[in-house]
């Protein structure tokens, strides 16, 4: 093991330690990754690449990214350190407020604390689906989108898998939108 492959590995620990505890996953840590990684373990072009490619792959971002950043910086040993950086944070927050909701989980308040929360959740959940049904300025709203919509609905109100009530809404789409 060479010092210079244990320095790149560092700097990548610490790049994606520092990224996840200072901005929330996805697309608002691609700025702060950007500043952190191109000149001093990337190029431009590599990290544009990086990007492009995260975006094209399922799943979560963050981890795509972090795999192929710690890949063109260090290799395989890069991916796994980038990985352990990126992964860290917010599982050791997660097992802290589980912890602390864990001390609590009898107590009134926070039972009325999660029944307040519901409504707040379903009104996010309806006004992003209306975000969704529009297009810019134009609205979509009409027949076929109310009929997949309708059928989506029904999909899942008789339990059939969300991943397969996408699929089957995207292929219908498909159809009706050509």
Do not use: C
Not at 34 to 61: C, H, R
């Amino acid at each position: 093991m060479n010092q210079t492959n244990f320095s790149v590995w560092l700097k990548l620990l610490w790049l994606f330690l520092k990224v996840n505890l200072l901005s929330p996953s996805g697309p608002a840590s691609i700025g702060l990754l950007y500043k952190e990684a191109v000149g001093t373990i990337m190029t431009e072009d590599q990290f544009v690449e990086a990007v492009g490619f995260s975006n094209v792959l399922p799943g979560s971002e963050a981890l795509k990214l972090a795999m192929f950043v710690g890949f063109a910086a260090g290799g395989v040993p890069g991916v796994f350190t980038a990985l352990l950086g990126a992964i860290l944070p917010p599982t050791l927050m997660m097992l802290v407020v589980s912890a602390v909701l864990q001390q609590f989980q009898e107590e009134h308040w926070l039972k009325g604390f999660v029944a307040g929360m519901s409504p707040a959740v379903a009104a996010l959940i309806i006004v992003v689906a209306w975000e969704l049904f529009r297009v810019g300025q134009t609205k979509i709203i009409g027949r076929r989108t109310f009929i997949i919509a309708a059928l989506s609905v029904t999909a899942l109100w008789f339990d059939l898998p969300s991943p397969l009530v996408l699929l089957g809404a995207g292929i219908l789409g498909v159809i009706l939108f050509r």
